[in-house]
């Protein structure tokens, strides 16, 4: 059976930085061996953030 989360907290903020910005992502999560799956999760939702605006004019 999938362990379920118990908590959590993430929060996703996007800075200046330079000419661009700049994406921080952090996150608490109970049980914390489930940090991984979600960290992964994110990272890949932000990457694809960042591929559909890399390929805007």
Request: aromatic content about 6%.
């Amino acid at each position: 059976m999938p362990q379920s989360i118990d908590f959590h907290l993430g929060t996703i903020d996007v800075l200046p930085d330079g000419d661009g910005s700049r994406v921080v992502h952090s996150q608490e999560i109970l049980p914390e061996a489930l940090a991984p799956i979600v960290e992964a999760a994110v990272s890949e939702g932000i990457a694809g953030i960042a591929r559909y605006f890399a390929a805007c004019p």
